[in-house]
């Protein structure tokens, strides 16, 4: 190529692999790259070294030859089921690694999982990965956002999966229920609190034999927070969500990075070039997609209810502003806070015309779209017009469901692989702890975290640097003692 132009690249490069960029290493001859291309990639979180150095040619796993032409790249949408879970397996040495531990750790043989995931290569592999070790493993996905190859390959491999994409709402509910009496569940892995809640609220007597809940979302610590503190969480719930390797790298760089490269595919990859684009959240979501977007030259502002962070959002460069006055300049708006009703049907007729409209990461209806008189969600749906009483015609994208899952593959393989060592030593510890685990949300402890830390470091060739074994430290010692010493 003539030159490497890095937005559009890394669009189709991430459609193609489900790869991520973030935390890679770029291996390009040093003259393809202008000075801005070389910054939108070390935005992304790349390290750029030259094809020809000595370094490049010892390759860690992680490495992205950019000087590939993308029409070598092969496309792993047109995989199999079973092709598309092996190539996710094969990049996922954090979570494989892990496993084998963990069944030294815990007995899984008495284990009955029920997951409620969006169900895709990456989460097969999960799933597998429990089945392989003695439990009993069964899914529950709705309609709107899974991989029916997958689906196939994971019943052909024995585990439960309860899904028909011609369900209704009714039947949803129903097939959940059924799915719940079916496996009869002493851990559940949840995504939202979405299935805990129902097995709490309607099949009580199953949750007297739970032996606790794995969560993984935001939202659905927020939803078991607010159980909590009603005094109606009476089973213990690990809140992998508030782990550092998922919300810093999962939120962060995950979620961040595939629903742009997934937004550029659906509107075109130059789609944020000098485009005005307005984040609601600055969290890990909000913040990495703003970072990003910036990077391929997005004007962007960021509306945030706490002034902390919107405060932080302006020392990191951004302008903040009221949601009232951001959104009628906005070309692009983005919802990125996982709270329902974020965006009123107040703020969309205010909205201008043929903007985008768009959730990344995501909660039903964190759009007010049930306030629109005759709206009507159409399952599968990347981008329509939708004319907003009162107001003009804007464009939503993925029916106002999280683009990066509904539109996109989700977040790339190596985040998920960190997100699901986490999620396994999630079951691990509720496993290893059964019946000494208080009620109520708990956190994994500092050393399983630095433990999946040192594999996913291992792996790619690195590795932390080690501590002073004695430095001599004593409370007593201050500044003083120390210059008297001398």
């Not at 529950?140 to 028909?164: F, H, K, P």
């Not at 990344?360 to 907003?388: C, M, V, W, Y």
């Not at 402890?445 to 792996?459: G, M, P, Y």
Request: aromatic share 6%; charged share 20%; hydrophobic share 40%.
């Amino acid at each position: 190529m003539n030159r490497f132009q890095f937005g559009t690249w890394a669009a189709a490069y991430s459609q193609r692999t489900n790869r991520s960029l973030a935390g890679s290493r770029l291996v390009i001859d040093k003259r393809l790259l202008s000075p801005l291309d070389r910054l939108q990639a070390q935005l992304w979180g790349m390290t750029i070294e030259d094809a020809g150095s000595k370094a490049s040619q010892d390759k860690p796993l992680l490495d992205v030859d950019a000087t590939c032409p993308l029409c070598d790249v092969p496309d792993g949408r047109q995989l199999s089921g079973v092709e598309a879970m092996d190539f996710a397996q094969q990049h996922m040495p954090v979570l494989e690694a892990y496993m084998q531990e963990a069944i030294h750790q815990a007995d899984f043989h008495d284990a009955r999982i029920a997951a409620c995931l969006i169900l895709e290569p990456k989460t097969a592999v999960l799933l597998r990965k429990l089945k392989a070790a003695g439990a009993t493993v069964g899914a529950y996905c709705g309609s709107e956002a899974n991989d029916e190859r997958v689906v196939r390959q994971l019943r052909e491999e024995g585990i439960t999966v309860v899904y028909d994409p011609s369900w209704s709402a009714v039947d949803s509910h129903q097939a959940a229920l059924d799915m719940l009496d079916r496996i009869q569940p002493n851990i559940i892995i949840d995504d939202g609190a979405s299935f805990a809640r129902l097995a709490a609220m309607e099949r009580p007597e199953l949750m007297k034999h739970i032996i606790g809940v794995a969560e993984e979302t935001t939202s659905g610590i927020r939803a078991f927070e607010a159980m909590q503190e009603a005094g109606a969480l009476s089973f213990p719930v690990v809140a992998v969500n508030d782990s550092p390797l998922k919300t810093g790298f999962d939120n962060a760089h995950g979620t961040g990075e595939t629903c742009i490269t997934t937004l550029q595919r659906i509107l075109g990859e130059d789609v944020f070039t000098g485009a005005s684009v307005t984040v609601l959240g600055y969290g890990p979501v909000g913040s990495g997609f703003a970072h990003r977007v910036r990077a391929l030259g997005a004007d962007v502002t960021v509306c945030d209810t706490d002034p902390i962070v919107a405060l932080q959002a302006v020392f990191d460069g951004f302008r903040a502003l009221d949601i009232t006055q951001a959104i009628q300049e906005a070309d692009i708006v983005i919802s990125a806070t996982g709270v329902r009703h974020t965006v009123t049907l107040q703020d969309m007729q205010s909205m201008k015309d043929h903007a985008v409209l768009a959730v990344i990461g995501g909660i039903a209806n964190e759009i007010a779209l049930d306030t629109i008189p005759g709206f009507h969600a159409q399952p599968k749906t990347e981008l329509r017009s939708l004319a907003i009483p009162g107001g003009n015609t804007i464009r939503l994208v993925s029916e106002g469901d999280g683009v990066n899952y509904t539109a996109g593959g989700g977040n790339p393989i190596e985040i998920m692989d960190l997100s699901f060592a986490v999620q396994a030593a999630a079951v691990t510890y509720l496993l290893s702890s059964k019946g000494h685990l208080p009620n109520g949300l708990q956190r994994l402890d500092h050393e399983t975290n630095r433990n999946i830390a040192e594999i996913a470091l291992k792996v790619r060739g690195y590795s932390a640097s080690h501590a002073v074994t004695d430095n001599g430290y004593d409370w007593k010692l201050t500044r003083f003692a120390e210059n008297e010493r001398r």
